[in-house]
């Protein structure tokens, strides 16, 4: 529409009037669509002076670690850095089960990652006496702004840093494209600029990622078997047309739990998955999303028969309170 191409173009100037001649610009892109967006607009404005940074901490669902390095990159040109630290976080996260632990130590092995790249992107940085030229941007939204008093967004990293061992303690200055729009004004926009429909209409998904959908600890070959379940549970919800109908769909592997089961001719001893479908607003309070039966049966028939370490289904049907939409 016309709106969102008067959007696009008013931030576009106004970006390259604060980045201007000189600055360089780091993105961090979680593979969610808010920072998607803000970085092919500030893509648009400066071109490769942006580097879009992509933490791939092994904890994405199936797909989505590609969806960044090919899609987004062939929809914007965007100039992008892959960091593989599956081996990183993974070693981090070993043999630690609480969830509260295991949410600190993502988040401190993220932060160190993408500063070590900011390092390595902008390190040989000068700025003249009072110039700015390290730009940081951030996808916060307006219900962010407002929800902070007008300060900065309520993303996973610092909204003001300075980068140890840079010269000067090099200081970033915020770009926030997104400051004065609704989550499906950000869509919008985000169609406007031609980017992948799986990017622009996901569903949250939490930083931390699978990391708090496995109970008990993370390890890759649990990792591997949720990625597979939670792709066929994405897959038949998106088919069944039911998508933009519900807040999201988590799955969860209750790793340490074994039921007996049988297939075959043979007895199994297999994990439970639950669907936790659920409806919401704002995710500060949610209700469990009636689904239809037909599509729970599609669900369960699927990842009983093609996740083999798989012999359980079940439906959360707790409202938000008292349950929290993720089980960590
Ligand atoms: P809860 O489980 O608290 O989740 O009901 C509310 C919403 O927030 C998402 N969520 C997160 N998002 N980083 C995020 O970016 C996080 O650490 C995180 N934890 C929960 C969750 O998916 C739901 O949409």
Redesign the pocket.
Known sequence: TWTMVNIVDEQVEKIRAQIGERGQAICALSGGVDSAVAAAIVQRAIGDRLTCVYVDHGLMRKGETEQIERDFVAATGAELVVVDAEKQFLDALAGVSDPEEK?KIIGREFIRTFEAAEADILGDSIAEEGEKVAFLVQGTLYPDVVESGGGAGTS?IKSHHNVGGLPDDLEFELVEPLRTLFKDEVRLVGEQLGLPGEIVWRH?????GLGIRIIGEVTRERLDILREADAIAREELTRSGLDRDIW?MPVVLLADVRSVGVQGDGRTYGHPVVLRPVTSED?MTADWARLPYELMERISTRITNEVREINRVTVDITS?PPG???WE
């Open positions: 949410r996973n949250p998904f939490p930083g931390p999201q995710a938000k929290t939409i993720e």
